[in-house]
Nanobody
Framework: QVQLMESGGGSVQAGGSLRLSCGVSGTIYCRDDMSWYRQTPGKEREFVAG????????TYADSVKGRFTISRDGEKEAVYLQMDSLKPEDTAPYYC?????????????????WGQGTSVTVSS
């Protein structure tokens, strides 16, 4: 089974920076896009940033464009989120997500995998 584990969250003043990491472990039958989501209190979980399988193409929510940078390391099976110019509205637990496959899916990346989250708090 594939497991995701986030780290790097914490508390920071507005305008500061944090770097989130997400490591992937377990039996990996395929590789697919990876992404970051956040769960703002009172709102549904929302997409923050995504990166394709080879790390060449990225996508960002409008609210974080120019401030956040997503990257991945294929050798380490890890994805990162560099967060700069943080705002109080960025406060939320952040989750990494990918798709994976197993023998039942013939190795196709069709099953969702989520981490447990890492908390980010940005104060004014």
């Amino acid at each position: 089974q594939v497991q995701l584990m986030e780290s790097g969250g914490g508390s920071v003043q507005a305008g500061g920076s944090l770097r989130l990491s997400c490591g992937v472990s377990g039996t990996i039958y395929c590789r697919d896009d990876m992404s970051w989501y956040r769960q703002t209190p009172g709102k549904e979980r929302e997409f923050v940033a995504g990166i394709d399988v080879d790390g060449r193409q990225t996508t960002y929510a409008d609210s974080v464009k120019g401030r956040f940078t997503i990257s991945r390391d294929g050798e380490k099976e890890a994805v990162y989120l560099q967060m700069d110019s943080l705002k109080p509205e960025d406060t939320a637990p952040y989750y990494c997500k990918t798709k994976f496959g197993n023998l039942g899916t013939a190795g196709r990346c069709v099953l969702d995998a989520w981490g447990q989250g890492t908390s980010v708090t940005v104060s004014s």
